[in-house]
């Protein structure tokens, strides 16, 4: 029920039962992306947030009780949105999409505590 200790919001726990169908599983990834966008809108405005389905459940291999695996894929723009100046000359590339990546999961994270 919860990621990293949040609770997730009630239109996607609704959509987590024990035996899901494609479709649903479908549901919860667009669930899934229209947070992480409205997350993320004043970072990446002009630039699409993907949800992409990953594990078990895309292959359809998934177990009775499987839970469902994303993976958010933002746009390397907000790598300026989210470090400044100082940290993108001082950081390498790899660094630099870690620490995009970092903090643009709390950013996501603080959203769905809201």
């Not at 669930?31 to 895309?58: F, M, N, Q, T």
């Not at 933002?74 to 470090?83: F, V």
């Not at 590339?93 to 994270?109: H, I, N």
């Amino acid at each position: 029920e919860d990621v990293g200790g949040v609770r997730l919001p009630d239109a996607i726990l609704n959509n987590l039962m024990c035996s899901l169908q494609p479709a649903e599983v479908e549901a919860v990834r667009l669930e899934v992306e229209i947070e992480a966008s409205g997350a993320l809108c004043l970072y990446a405005s002009s630039h699409p947030i993907h949800v992409h389905l990953v594990g078990s459940r895309l292959y359809g291999a998934a177990l009775h009780n499987a839970d469902i695996d994303c993976v958010v894929e933002i746009p390397d723009t907000m790598q300026h949105a989210l470090l400044d100046n100082a940290e993108l000359a001082a950081l390498s590339s790899q660094d630099r999409f870690r620490l995009t990546s970092m903090r643009a999961l709390l950013c996501f994270r603080r959203h769905m505590e809201r």
